[in-house]
Structures are given as C-alpha cells and as structure tokens.
T-cell receptor
C-alpha cells in the first residue's frame, strides 16, 4: 500500500510562472490536506479537501492560490504568478473518511518550490 | 503568543539518554499529534492523542487535557532519532486544520 505520493519533489519556477503540485492520497483515503512550511518557519494549514469538495480553505492565501481534488486523479495545489515569497515546502497529507475528528493523518514527502 | 509552544527548541543528547520534549497549547483541542520531520524533510505522524498515554517502541506520548500539556519521551535514544519533533493540535477548526508548534530539533550524538 503506497503512501501519500507527492510530485514533483522539487520544482523551480521563475517569477510570474505557474506552479502545480500534485498529491495522490493513500489508497482508500478520501480526505486530503495541504500545508506550507516557509523557510525557518513552522508548518501552516492551507486547505482541506474531499473528493470534488473544498471543506476548509481558511488557510489559503486569498489570491493566486487554488486547490482541487477531482473525482478522478490526484489533488492539485495551483499557484499562479508565483513570487519569491511562495518559495517553501508544500506538504500533502491524507486520512480515511471516517468522519471522526482527529483521524491519524499520513504525510507525503513534500514538494519544494523555489521561485527564482 | 503562539497557540502551541514547544520546549526546548533545540536539544542535544548522548546516545542512550532519556529525552523529553514538551508541548503546551492555549486552545481547546479535540486531538494532538506528534510528528517527526527527518533531515531530508519528510514528515511522519508518530502519535495522535486525545487522552492518556500511548507507547510505540521506544517512544511514549502523554497528554494532560486539564493542564493543556503533552510530552513526548524517547527512551534509550539513538543517533537515528535525530530529527525535528513537531507538536500539532486540532483546535476549533476542521480535522485537518492543525495548529503546529515550531518544532524541537533533536540531535543525538554517538
């Protein structure tokens, strides 16, 4: 049973380009979460998705950032018109859809975005 | 003041020592996670607690809901335990809306 798969692991983008980060949850998991870790800072929650629904996007920046988790395929975190401040590690995690708060969550290895 | 505070920030130990990392939080929570972030950056969930104590191998995690405090203990520490240990709580938000501590960087010397 493969774990949470993120790709690419490392991505370099020029200012103004778009970055797309993909996350395939563990088999059988229907809940996906995205977190961001800025350099020298702690992790911050961004967004919580279930299949075809955004459940909680309270941590998402209001502009340029979007996330989806389609019926088929991986979850995508999309950052438009990237700026240097978007350089960070982006972690995806997933959990089973049992509906109980506090389900153990499983993290991916992260995607490191560098904006030059 | 951060909602989740960890101490110490940095910890250096000799192989074999007993290690304690503390986490205090100021919000009501439904659960608390202890996470391990490896030097390469990957994150592993070690424990998820809502009460009492859990043990896995040489790792023990405890939580005191009344005191709003949790501890992570490592017995017979080993250099491979060197990592950043992160406490994260589920506060009033959704189940994935974790509030993270800044982490404790542990280095175990042989």
């Amino acid at each position: 049973n493969a774990g949470v798969m993120q790709n690419p692991r490392h991505l370099v983008r020029r200012r103004g380009q778009e970055a797309r980060l993909r996350c395939s949850p563990m088999k059988g998991h229907s809940h996906v979460y995205w977190y961001r870790q800025l350099p020298e800072e702690g992790l911050k929650f961004m967004v919580y998705l279930q299949k075809e629904n955004i459940i909680d996007e309270s941590g998402m920046p209001k502009e340029r950032f979007s996330a989806e988790f389609p019926k088929e395929g991986p979850s995508i975190l999309r950052i438009q018109q990237v700026v240097r401040g978007d350089s960070a590690a982006y972690f995806c995690a997933s959990s089973p859809g049992a509906g109980r708060p506090g389900n153990t969550i499983y993290f991916g290895e992260g995607s490191w975005l560098t904006v030059v | 003041k951060n909602e989740v505070e960890q101490s110490p920030q940095n910890l250096t130990a000799q192989e074999g020592e007993f290690i304690t990392i503390n986490c205090s939080y100021s919000v009501g929570i439904s659960a608390l996670h202890w996470l391990q972030q490896h030097p390469g950056g990957g994150i592993v969930s070690l424990f998820m607690l809502s009460s009492g104590k859990k043990k896995h191998g040489r790792l023990i995690a405890t939580i005191n809901i009344q005191e709003k405090h949790s501890s992570l203990h490592i017995t017979a520490s080993h250099p491979r335990d060197s990592a950043v240990y992160i406490c994260a709580v589920i506060g009033g938000g959704s189940q994935g809306n974790l509030i993270f501590g800044k982490g404790t960087k542990l280095s175990v010397k042989p």
